[in-house]
């Protein structure tokens, strides 16, 4: 069987992520939820979910292959500025390298790569909230930039929360802005997943929790 999901950096068979995959009878597709810190990969026609705050996804798919995936993180805050550059960066780049990586080792052709980007809404209730959004949409905006990725579609900033349904095989995604929720999930799981960011190692080589 083909290995084509990852987490965390680790790869898992799709079929081993539990909770995480599911029927979506609406759209009448096997479904995969990706959670903060978390990115999928692959060729079949799949649908990707995730519901993202002041975190950041790319959506990048390989518009000839038919191959696609998404990445979803938040670059990590702190308080000291000289850290919170070099941390940021490497924590960044890993996220995306890794997707990028995975791409290609399905397939997909670097220069037919394309990129839909969402997120960094002011949502986290943290201090300096706002800022974390715009950092996480700048940063993945200006990485692209260097990797010569041209994102032909973004949804990024504002202050709601934004579920995103992104099918790999042509590049669509469905955007639903959350103005009305019914609990505090989404809140609950950024948070958690900021406090992770908080203590990650950046020193040498990325260790991502997990």
Request: aromatic share 10%; charged share 25%; proline share 3%.
């Amino acid at each position: 069987m083909e290995t084509e999901g990852f987490q965390d950096g680790e790869e898992t068979h799709a079929e081993a992520w539990g909770a995480n995959t599911y029927f979506d009878s609406y759209f009448e597709i096997e479904a995969v939820k990706i959670l903060p810190g978390e990115y999928y990969v692959t060729r079949q026609d799949k649908l990707i979910v995730t519901v993202l705050g002041s975190c950041v996804a790319a959506c990048i798919h390989d518009k000839v292959q038919g191959i696609g995936g998404i990445s979803h993180f938040m670059l990590p805050f702190g308080l000291d500025e000289t850290e919170l550059i070099d941390s940021s960066i490497r924590y960044g780049s890993h996220a995306l390298e890794m997707l990028i990586n995975q791409l290609l080792k399905l397939g997909a052709i670097k220069d037919q790569l394309e990129a839909k980007v969402f997120g960094g809404g002011n949502v986290l209730a943290a201090p300096d909230s706002y800022l974390i959004g715009e950092r996480n949409a700048a940063f993945l905006l200006s990485y692209l930039e260097a990797e010569k990725i041209p994102v032909i579609s973004q949804s990024l900033l504002g202050d709601w929360p934004q579920k995103v349904y992104f099918f790999p095989a042509t590049g669509r995604v469905l955007v639903k802005k959350l103005k009305r929720l019914n609990n505090t999930t989404i809140f609950d799981r950024e948070a958690r997943y900021f406090e992770k960011l908080l203590n990650i190692e950046v020193a040498g080589n990325i260790e991502l929790f997990g």
